[in-house]
C-alpha cells in the first residue's frame, strides 16, 4: 500500500494497492502504453528487474490481517482542497426522473486546475433543448451537494460511448476543449459592453464558450489560480487593476463588471473596495449558558476538545496533547463521516513526520465544518460534546493571503462564535484560541511603533489594517468578538504567533505556508527580492506547539495573552539571510529590487504556471497604498514583538525558543530536496 509518491503508508493509511511478487504477470497484450502505466519496477524486490502492479484500488489495513477497499483511486478526485468522490455525484445525478445516464470526470485544463464535468444521457431527447433543464439537474444535486461537488459545466450527449465489453468508456467521452454549452436566456445574457468584455475573459480563463450574466465565477471551476490568471488578464485587456479579493467579492459577471467600473470611476484607487475595519460589524458572541462556572484550566483534563488538527500547528498541538496529557482529544475534521475524518488525520501526522499509532484510541474524530451552525453538529451532539469537553484549543481557520474579509468571516470568525457556544455551553471551559501576530499589521510604518507588547490594546492598528489581507482583518474582528467574550466571564487565553517554520529536529513542514513558497518560489526563479528590514518573527512549530500546551495549563494563565515570537529581536532572522543561507546550501540567487524582482516573477509565470508563487501574484503585486506600496513593503520596517508574557509562563519548564539559523535552514532545505519540491544540490560544508 503506497502513497502518491510510492512511498509505503503508515498502518492504518489509506494508500493505493501494489502488487509484487512471482504472478505478477508480463502486461497488456499488444497494449505497451497501458502496460507502461501500470507495471512498474519493483522498488521493494530484492531482484532488480522485478514488476508491480499498479492495481487503481484504494486500501486501508485494518489490522486484523483484512484489507479495506475503499473505491477505486482514479475516481476519487480533489477540487478546490476537497476529497471528492466521483461515482457519488453520478449515483445522486441518475436519481433523477429524467437523466437515463450519467457520468462524472475532472478533467485538468493547461494549468493543472480541474473541475467536475457531468456527461449526460436523457431518458426523452427533446428534453435536453430545454434551456431549464441544466439548471433542474443542478439544483437537484445542490440540495444534497455541497457546492464544491456539484459539477460546473454539464454535456448532453445524444449517446454514451462504449467499451468492447459494453461499459462507459471514459476515455472517449469529449474532452474539455471540445464542450458546448447550453445557449442563454435572453435575461442571462451580458449586456453592457463591459460586460460582455468580462464574460469573454471568464470564458478564457474557465475554457467554458457561453458564460451567463449571473454565473458564479467558483461555481463554474473557479479556483485561487484561476482567479490569479483573471485578475492579470483583466489588467491586460481593460487596463484596469483588479485586487484578486474582489473576485471573491463580485463572483458574478454583473457584479464584477459593476466593481470594474467603480474602480475606473475611483481612477483605480483600490480603497473604494477595502474592507474598512472603523466601520465593520463585530459580532456579539453567544450568550453564557454553562451550569458550572469554571475560571482555571483543569490540571489533568480528561477530553479536550481540538480544531484544526489536519492543519500544520494544529496536528503538531494533537501530538503533544496525546504525549502530555491522557485525554481524549475530540477532533473537529472537515469530512462526511469518522472513517474519512479519522483517515484525514492519518493522512496529516504521515505527511509531517508524526506517530500515527498514536492515534488509535485517543484522537476522537468528530465529522463538521466550523463554517456551519453548531460546526456541522445536531443539537444532541452539540450538547453530549459540550457536557464531556474539559478544555478547547481553537487552531482552525481558513489561512489564505488572497481571499477578502468576505471569503473569510464564516469560517474564521463566525466559526470562532460557534466553539464560543461550546464553550459557554454545559459546563464553563476554558478556551485557547490560536491568533496570529498579524492582527497589528504595518504597525511601524504607520505609527513608527517599534515594540508591539502583548498587552497593547487591538485598537492601535483598526485605522489601517484596512491595507493588509483578509486573514489578519478576520483574526483582527474576531478577536475583539473574542474581548466582549471575555467581559463576559468565559476564560479565554489568545494566543499569537508569527510565522511557524518546520520542525527544529526533523525538517517536516508546511510546504503551503508563505515562508516555504517564498523560499522555493525564490529558489525557482533564481532570484529574491531585497527586502532588508523585512522582519519574520519566526518559531518552529515543535517550539510552538509545546509553548501553547504548557501555557495553557498553567492556571495564573487564563484570560492573558501570549506571543509566540522569538524571545528577543536578536533572535529573529532577517530576509535576506533566508536567501543567503539558501545560496550556502549551493542554490544560485541573484538579490533584486523588490519592483524588479516581482516584474520578473510575473513574466516568468506568463509563460509558466508551475512557480508555487503564482497563486500569491496579486498578492505581491498589488499596489494598496497610496497606489506605491504592496503589502510585502509595507511591512519591510515590521515592529518587533515582545513575548515577556510567554517567557516568563514557560520559567522553569525546559522549553526552550530555537533561533533559526544557518544550520536550521540546511535541515528544512534538505527535507524539500528529500521532498522532491526541490532539485539536488551539493550543500557547502557547514562550518564553511
Not at 475583539?480 to 499569537?496: C, D, E
Not at 494563565?557 to 543561507?581: C, E, K, M, Q, Y
Not at 549551493?586 to 516584474?599: A, D, I, N, S, V
Request: hydrophobic share 40%; proline share 6%.
Amino acid at each position: 500500500m503506497l502513497d502518491e509518491a510510492r512511498q509505503p503508508v503508515a498502518p492504518g493509511t489509506a494508500g493505493e494497492l501494489y502488487i509484487g511478487g512471482v504472478g505478477v504477470g508480463r502486461g497488456y497484450l499488444n497494449r505497451p502504453n497501458i502496460t507502461a502505466e501500470r507495471f512498474l519496477p519493483d522498488p521493494f524486490a530484492a531482484d532488480e528487474t522485478a514488476r508491480m502492479y499498479k492495481s487503481g484500488d484504494r486500501v486501508r489495513d485494518r489490522g486484523d490481517g483484512i484489507l479495506e477497499f475503499l473505491g477505486r483511486a482514479d475516481h476519487q478526485v480533489k477540487i478546490r482542497g476537497f476529497r471528492v468522490e466521483l461515482f457519488e455525484i453520478e449515483a445522486l445525478l441518475n436519481q433523477h426522473s429524467t437523466v437515463q445516464e450519467g457520468i462524472v470526470l475532472a478533467p485538468e485544463d493547461a494549468l493543472g486546475n480541474k473541475r467536475l464535468v457531468a456527461y449526460v444521457l436523457p431518458n426523452d431527447p427533446q428534453t435536453a433543448t430545454d434551456n431549464d433543464w441544466i439548471a433542474a439537474l443542478k439544483s437537484h444535486l445542490q440540495t444534497q451537494l455541497p457546492s464544491y461537488m456539484v459539477p460546473a459545466q454539464f454535456c448532453v450527449l445524444e449517446s454514451l460511448p462504449l467499451t468492447p465489453s459494453g461499459k462507459v468508456d471514459r476515455k472517449a467521452l469529449p474532452a474539455l476543449d471540445d464542450l458546448g454549452s447550453a445557449p442563454l436566456a435572453p435575461e442571462d445574457q451580458p449586456q453592457t459592453t463591459l460586460e460582455k468584455q468580462v464574460a469573454k475573459i471568464w470564458s478564457q480563463v474557465l475554457g467554458i464558450p457561453t458564460i451567463g450574466l449571473y454565473d458564479d465565477f467558483f461555481e463554474l471551476g473557479g479556483s485561487s489560480l484561476l482567479a490569479a490568471q483573471l485578475v492579470s488578464l483583466i489588467a491586460e485587456d481593460l487596463n484596469i487593476e483588479l485586487p484578486i479579493r474582489c473576485v471573491y467579492e463580485s463572483p458574478t459577471v454583473a457584479t464584477l463588471a459593476q466593481t470594474v467600473e467603480i474602480l475606473r470611476q475611483a481612477g483605480g484607487n483600490a480603497f473604494s473596495v477595502l474592507t474598512d475595519l472603523t466601520t465593520q460589524a463585530i459580532p456579539q458572541p453567544p450568550s453564557i449558558t454553562a451550569r458550572q462556572q469554571t475560571q482555571t484550566a483543569p490540571a489533568s483534563p480528561e477530553a479536550v476538545f481540538l480544531t484544526g488538527a489536519t492543519g500544520f500547528l494544529g496536528a503538531f498541538l494533537l501530538h503533544e496533547l496525546l504525549q502530555q496529557t491522557q485525554a481524549q482529544v475530540f477532533c473537529l475534521v472537515r469530512a462526511d463521516n469518522r472513517q474519512e475524518a479519522f483517515a484525514r488525520l492519518q493522512d496529516t501526522f504521515t505527511k509531517y513526520g508524526l506517530p500515527v499509532a498514536n492515534l488509535t484510541g485517543r484522537a476522537v474524530p468528530v465529522p463538521g465544518n466550523l463554517n456551519q451552525l453548531r460546526l456541522g453538529l445536531s443539537k444532541i451532539q452539540f450538547a453530549r460534546l459540550a457536557d464531556q469537553v474539559d478544555v478547547i484549543y481553537h487552531s482552525g481557520a481558513m489561512v489564505n493571503f488572497v481571499k477578502p474579509y468576505s471569503a473569510l468571516e464564516a469560517e474564521n470568525v463566525l466559526g470562532t462564535r460557534e466553539v464560543l457556544k461550546l464553550a459557554g455551553q454545559g459546563k464553563l471551559k476554558p478556551m485557547n484560541y490560536i491568533s496570529t501576530v498579524g492582527v497589528f499589521g504595518a504597525i511601524a510604518y504607520f505609527t513608527g511603533q517599534s515594540m508591539v507588547y502583548e498587552d497593547d490594546d487591538l485598537d492601535l492598528s483598526r485605522d489601517f489594517l484596512c491595507w493588509d489581507d483578509g486573514y489578519a482583518q478576520s483574526k483582527w474582528v474576531t478577536e475583539k468578538m473574542l474581548l466582549a467574550a471575555k467581559a463576559q466571564g468565559l476564560p479565554i487565553t489568545v494566543f499569537r504567533p508569527g510565522f511557524i517554520a518546520g520542525n527544529s529536529h526533523t525538517g517536516a513542514t508546511n510546504l503551503r505556508d508563505f515562508l516555504s513558497r517564498s523560499l522555493l518560489g525564490c529558489i525557482q526563479l533564481g532570484a529574491y527580492p531585497d527586502l532588508a528590514n523585512f522582519k519574520n518573527q519566526v518559531v518552529t512549530v515543535d517550539y510552538a506547539s509545546q509553548a501553547i500546551l504548557h501555557i495553557s495549563q498553567q492556571p495564573e494563565s487564563v484570560g492573558g495573552t501570549f506571543h509566540i515570537t522569538p524571545w528577543s529581536p536578536a533572535r529573529d532572522f532577517a530576509w535576506n539571510n533566508l536567501f543567503a543561507w539558501a545560496q550556502d546550501y549551493g542554490y544560485t540567487l541573484q538579490r533584486l529590487p523588490y519592483r524588479r524582482w516581482k516584474e520578473q516573477l510575473s513574466e516568468h509565470c506568463r509563460h509558466a504556471q508551475d512557480n508555487v508563487l503564482y497563486p500569491l501574484l496579486p498578492f505581491l503585486n498589488e499596489t494598496i497604498y497610496e497606489q506605491k506600496l504592496t503589502v510585502l513593503e509595507l511591512y519591510e520596517n515590521t515592529a518587533d514583538f515582545d513575548c515577556s508574557n510567554a517567557i516568563a509562563a514557560l520559567k522553569g519548564s525546559g522549553i526552550q525558543c530555537p533561533v533559526v539559523d544557518r544550520q536550521m535552514l540546511f535541515t528544512y532545505l534538505d527535507a524539500f530536496v528529500h521532498q522532491q519540491q526541490l532539485p539536488q544540490s551539493p550543500p557547502l560544508s557547514l562550518s564553511a
